[in-house]
């Protein structure tokens, strides 16, 4: 681990892969260091927001003796989220991967996939833990406007537009779960740690 000041209130952790980073928040979001008010995961990161006063020297102390590995997974059912696979760059992600188009949607629903972070907008989670045969590069050119909901996919992740936005994920489907909203506590539906689990409801 590598441990970098981040302003006068935060503490970053660098590890050594995404599967650490993981289960290092989990272990922190389980047992959070004294003095830590705040954790936000990434790709071979974790950030820790401190209160004031909070001592950094001891909060590293206290990470250090973390064993990301064994963490665990976060208890509870998954989250379902029922996908329409009428997606635009369905028939396209099935061409790279050597698939047909039904074999890409039983993959993509025969697993349980986690979240490993959010990021890009709010609401937007990057899932991870997907099948190898699944991964595929982003679009040489991104999409204007992707539709809120529209399910995707972009190297080692899946994920789920929480909002109309611009994109260049290849999107396989879409759901009509709400990623994000405000009225709800808390407001993303998939969280850091989160298990997620799509399932099929219509395919054109």
Same mark, same amino acid.
């Not at 006068?8 to 928040?25: F, N, R």
């Not at 208890?75 to 039904?102: F, I, N």
């Not at 972070?117 to 595929?136: E, K, M, N």
């Not at 879409?174 to 990623?179: D, S």
């Given at each position: 681990?590598r441990?970098l000041?981040c302003?006068d209130?935060?503490?970053l952790?660098?590890?050594?892969?995404? !599967?650490?980073a993981l289960g290092l928040?989990?272990?922190?979001e389980?047992?959070p260091?004294?003095? %830590?008010t705040? /954790?936000?995961p990434?790709?071979?990161?974790? /950030?820790?927001?401190?209160?004031?006063?909070?001592d950094p020297?001891r909060v590293?102390?206290d990470?250090?003796?973390?064993?990301? %590995?064994?963490a665990?997974?976060?208890? #509870?059912?998954p %989250?379902r989220v029922?996908?329409?696979y009428?997606g635009e760059?369905?028939?396209e %992600?099935?061409?790279?991967?050597g698939l047909?188009?039904? !074999?890409?949607?039983r993959?993509h629903? #025969?697993?349980?996939w986690?979240?490993?972070f959010?990021?890009?907008a709010?609401g937007f989670?990057?899932l991870?833990? #997907?099948?190898?045969?699944?991964r595929?590069?982003?679009?040489?050119?991104?999409?204007?406007?992707?539709?809120?909901g529209?399910?995707?996919?972009?190297g080692e992740?899946?994920?789920?537009y929480?909002?109309?936005?611009?994109?260049?994920?290849?999107?396989?489907?879409?759901t009509?779960l709400?990623m994000?909203?405000?009225?709800?506590d808390p407001?993303a539906?998939?969280?850091?740690?989160?298990?997620?689990r799509?399932?099929?409801? #219509?395919?054109?």
């Amino acid at each position: 681990m590598r441990f970098l000041p981040c302003g006068d209130q935060g503490l970053l952790v660098e590890v050594g892969s995404l !599967e650490e980073a993981l289960g290092l928040y989990r272990s922190l979001e389980r047992e959070p260091p004294p003095g %830590v008010t705040d /954790l936000v995961p990434a790709a071979r990161t974790v /950030l820790l927001r401190l209160a004031p006063g909070a001592d950094p020297a001891r909060v590293e102390q206290d990470v250090r003796g973390r064993d990301p %590995v064994s963490a665990g997974r976060e208890p #509870g059912p998954p %989250v379902r989220v029922p996908v329409h696979y009428d997606g635009e760059d369905l028939d396209e %992600v099935a061409e790279l991967t050597g698939l047909s188009a039904a !074999e890409v949607v039983r993959l993509h629903t #025969g697993c349980e996939w986690t979240v490993a972070f959010g990021g890009f907008a709010p609401g937007f989670a990057y899932l991870t833990g #997907g099948p190898r045969a699944l991964r595929v590069p982003r679009r040489t050119e991104s999409r204007t406007r992707v539709p809120a909901g529209a399910v995707g996919l972009a190297g080692e992740f899946s994920g789920v537009y929480p909002r109309s936005s611009p994109g260049g994920w290849r999107l396989i489907g879409r759901t009509e779960l709400a990623m994000w909203r405000e009225d709800r506590d808390p407001p993303a539906l998939l969280r850091p740690g989160a298990r997620v689990r799509f399932e099929e409801v #219509g395919r054109s």
